[in-house]
């Protein structure tokens, strides 16, 4: 039954992240989803993002130091609803926007 659950909204966040034009790795297990993201920093969107209500975590976190995954994202996909995650997406949009906005400004 779990995995059902899980795997509703780990749809619903692909369907959601493709909805805006992002393209996610396929997960074949676990609870996160990868995102890569061009050419963005993505401590400064993870920042951003909980200013607009939503928690990212940036991809370098989880890579060596001489690795780089700068524009990286790893997003959960277990711990909310459908809907929840469809506005967390909504959220993390707004947050690109105004780091785009402001890096162009």
């Known amino acids: 039954r779990l995995r059902v659950c ?11 992240l493709e909805g805006h034009g992002w393209h996610p790795a396929a997960v074949c297990g676990g609870m996160f989803m990868w995102l890569e993201l061009d050419a963005i920093d993505t401590q400064s969107l993870a920042a951003e993002a909980l200013r607009c ?3 990212v975590v940036p991809g370098e976190a989880f890579y060596p130091a001489n690795m780089s995954a700068r524009s990286a994202l790893r997003l959960n996909f ?18 690109i926007e105004t780091l785009q906005r402001q890096d162009a400004g």
């Open 6 to 16: 899980y795997r509703r909204r780990y749809l619903a966040l692909q369907a959601a």
């Open 78 to 95: 277990t711990h909310c609803n459908e809907l929840a995650i469809e506005q967390a997406v909504s959220r993390l949009a707004v947050a």
């Open 53 to 55: 209500g939503v928690a």
